[in-house]
């Protein structure tokens, strides 16, 4: 498989976004540029606080405890269940509002700003007025939607999919309550018969993702169980270095079971911040043919009003 720095558009891509049916997921690796943690930073995190906030007459974790969560933490990279741990201790000892504060914290909160200038990747796929979809619950991505068009519960078959939307279906860290972070309220969300017929109005559009890790992926597990996906409208934007051509080749087989297409990006020269510039590039490509399309109907449309 190649991979170069700007890898080719998918003729699927920029015909979807001409048509205005582009589903863009939008996963944490964009949320790392605007200095969000990852979940596994969160759950050390998270850790650290049960272990310096006293309970009735002593830490909520002592050393010992603290340290069997790390090494669970680091042995199993599952971030989900020391998260789940560490909010159900929180929440048993009174101290919900911990737990908000440091999810706060570790999506850089206090620093949401429209004016970042690291926004403008979010903006050039603005630009591509697709309908947009994400499981990041930061505030960062909200500040260039109108807030009316933010949507963060109450998903069903019958929910509107309309272009320049965002979806955000873990829900917002300015609504609490519609937060999906412990592994109970991931079964639930999963299980849920509308959420799962919202998803298949979302996978019979084409989709591009983008920031996405493959820890991330078990969205599209879960879904791979519950809906029936389609052949060549799927694909997954991904950095790898040039030497990495056979891991390339071993995640579409991976990929391949869900009928998502890799498209590989060299990162060799500026690592994931070669990700900004490919969807530049991209959207300038499109825009293009976009407007040429725009002229030639405007033209037309000139030449039945006059027609002599």
């Not at 969560?69 to 269940?81: D, F, I």
């Amino acid at each position: 498989m190649e991979i170069i720095e700007i890898p080719e558009l998918p003729p699927q891509i920029k015909r979807a976004a001409e048509l205005g049916e582009l589903v863009i997921f939008i996963g944490a690796g964009m949320s790392y540029e605007l200095g969000c943690s990852d979940w596994n930073g969160l759950a050390n995190d998270l850790i650290k606080r049960c272990e310096n906030t006293l309970g009735s007459d002593e830490p909520l974790l002592n050393n010992f405890e603290a340290t069997q969560l790390r090494n669970m933490l680091e042995q199993s990279g599952n971030s989900k269940k020391v998260i789940t741990i560490c909010n159900g201790i929180l929440s048993q000892s009174g101290n919900d509002e911990l737990f908000l504060e440091e999810m706060k914290k570790s999506l850089n909160d206090d620093k949401v700003t429209s004016a970042n200038p690291k926004l403008k990747t979010y903006r050039d796929l603005f630009n591509l007025n697709g309908i947009f979809v994400t499981t990041n619950a930061d505030r960062h991505i909200d500040q260039i939607f109108n807030p009316q068009n933010i949507i963060t519960n109450k998903f069903t078959g019958s929910t509107a999919l309309v272009n320049k939307n965002l979806y955000k279906i873990h829900g917002s860290i300015n609504e609490p309550a519609s937060l999906i972070f412990t592994v109970e309220q991931y079964f639930t969300r999963y299980k849920d018969k509308e959420f799962i017929k919202f998803l298949e109005s979302l996978f019979t559009k084409t989709v591009l993702f983008v920031g996405y890790g493959l820890g991330e992926f078990e969205l599209l597990e879960h879904m791979y169980k519950n809906i029936t996906l389609s052949e060549n409208h799927y694909f997954y934007l991904g950095g790898y270095y040039t030497h990495e051509k056979r891991l390339c080749d071993f995640e579409q087989m991976y990929f391949d079971q869900m009928k998502v297409k890799l498209i590989p990006y060299s990162k060799d020269k500026k690592g994931f911040k070669q990700l900004p510039i490919v969807i530049e590039e991209w959207v300038k490509q499109i825009q293009t043919t976009t407007n040429v399309l725009q002229n030639n109907f405007d033209e037309i449309d000139e030449v039945l009003r006059n027609p002599f």
